[in-house]
């Protein structure tokens, strides 16, 4: 092991089911990236619907607890799923977590009997959507003015609807 290894480490995560405890952490994650943001007890509402299920990455190598990388929060119906929300704490932008989380989710929708994912994302997001495309979505749709304008001059933003077929 390098000297530089020694005192710098990578960050290793491991993906896990969300619970009612990851929620903090969950909305902490959400409300650095979302305006509006939602609190742990909206999630906490989301997730007792038996159609609603989340994955969590968590730090394996930290020095000391096990923080929280990232998150995604997925709808599986009638051989539909939507991802509800993602996202990745600001700091790991860099570790494949958004790709990992995505991994989880289509792999529990396919689990679930879903045919097809789909998902909106902001129009604005060059990273989100280079991830989905990676992934293979494909654009079927757009909603005109659907994010809230992030300042007082600002417009409404659009979002992509996309699809995978599973």
Known sequence: ??????FIRRPEFDIFDMNVDHLPGVARIHAALFKPAWSASEFHALLLQESV???VA???NAASGSAMGGFVLTRSAGGEAEILTIGVDPRYVRVSLGWRLM???????RQDGAEAMFLEVDQA????????????FRKVGERKAYYK???PDAAPGGADVLRLDL
Do not use: H, K, T, W
């Open 103 to 109: 991994q989880a989710a289509l792999g529990r929708a």
């Open 1 to 6: 092991m390098a000297l530089i290894d020694y």
């Open 149 to 151: 304008p992030s300042g």
């Open 58 to 60: 968590r730090q394996n």
């Open 125 to 136: 997001n060059v990273a989100a959507l280079a991830l989905y495309r990676r992934l293979g």
């Open 53 to 55: 299920f989340g994955f």
